[in-house]
């Protein structure tokens, strides 16, 4: 079985300080999953379409959470290959509080929340 290296921040609340690499197919698509949110599309050398950017697409475009539902999906689909494995979706909402406008992105593998993502 493959071993990939461990990922997870300090912060996480499922945080293993005694883990340096893992096997988890589950952990393996969390960590790919959040290497597209955090790469912005044109910034890996090799394959300008990998990554979403997601502060850029969310704040300066006018998306809806159909189209960004969508485009998470392609990019799995593409980068992740344990989808076709697992049952992979995103539930995104958009929302307004205090004065600023956030977006919650939920990644449900088997119809279990795993991730949440804040954008603010």
Known sequence: MIQEIYTRSPDDPNYRLDVLSHSDPIESI???IKMIFGTRQGQT???LNFGLGLE???FETR???VQLEEQIKTQISQYVYESK???IQPKVSFGKADGYDYCV???LINNQK?????VK
């Open 105 to 107: 992105i939920d990644i």
């Open 63 to 65: 998306i809806n959470k």
């Open 30 to 32: 969390l960590t790919k």
């Open 85 to 87: 494995d697992y049952n």
């Open 114 to 118: 795993s991730l949440g993502i804040l």
């Open 56 to 58: 850029d697409l969310i």
């Open 45 to 47: 050398i090799g394959d």
